[in-house]
């Protein structure tokens, strides 16, 4: 089985700053693709930054600039720094990784999602 679990979402002032964590974990082969993506009360959940395994990056124009996506893998971990957050930014935001399960000779690959972690930026 695998598992991504989230980390370091909460209550953050307008202007501050905050860093999510999503350490995958299980019988994993090798992960590909890893991203955060987040959904606001009533609103579709949409991508806010990827990075691929070579570390290629790629934001939402509403978080350019502000948040930085990083990875490690030998930790099968992905983060999310995100600075000089806004109210809009509040919203649960979820881990997604391309994890291959399996053989080295019959590898699966599989789009895994976190449970989310919320994150309220207000004062």
């Known amino acids: 089985q695998v598992q991504l679990v989230e980390s370091g979402g909460g209550l953050v002032q307008p202007g501050g700053s905050l860093r999510l964590s999503c350490a995958a974990s299980?019988?994993?082969?090798?992960?590909?693709?890893m991203g955060w993506y987040r959904q606001a009360p009533g609103k579709e959940r949409e991508l806010v930054a990827t990075i691929s395994r070579g570390g290629s990056t790629n934001y939402a124009d509403s978080v350019k600039g502000r948040f930085t996506i990083s990875r490690d893998n030998a930790k099968n971990t992905v983060y999310l720094q995100g600075n000089s957050l806004k109210p809009e930014d509040t919203a649960v935001y979820y881990c997604?990784?391309?994890?291959?399960?399996?053989?080295?000779?019959?590898?699966?690959?599989?789009?895994?999602w976190g449970r989310g972690t919320q994150v309220t930026v207000s004062s």
């Open positions: 997604n990784a391309q994890i291959a399960i399996g053989t080295t000779k019959a590898l699966t690959w599989e789009d895994y």
């Open positions: 299980g019988s994993i082969v090798s992960i590909n693709g």
